[in-house]
């Protein structure tokens, strides 16, 4: 595993502390890592709705009208 240093602000220091102080985590480390695979986690999520978002601009517009549109994506997520 790697090692490093990081710096803290006061404020982010003191919020590390009353995690810990918790008991919802034993250790900074423990505490930064858990933020960083929630962070990567909600990554993918921003990457996946991005794509989606870039795929249907680049779909054009259309002149269904809501209540098409909803029974559309109903029907294709019900198969």
């Known amino acids: 595993m ?6 803290f602000t006061e404020p ?3 919020w590390l502390k009353t995690q810990i ?3 919802e985590y034993s250790s ?3 505490l930064i890592n ?3 695979r929630q962070a990567r986690k909600q990554q993918v999520q921003v990457d996946w709705i991005r794509t989606k978002l870039e795929k249907a601009e680049q779909s054009g517009f259309t002149n269904d009208s809501k209540e098409e549109i909803l029974a559309l994506s109903k029907s294709l997520l019900n198969g």
């Not at 790697?2 to 710096?7: F, L």
């Open 2 to 7: 790697a090692r490093q240093s990081i710096s």
């Open 12 to 14: 982010n220091d003191e």
């Open 21 to 23: 102080d918790g008991k």
């Open 28 to 30: 900074k480390s423990e």
């Open 34 to 36: 858990d933020l960083i």
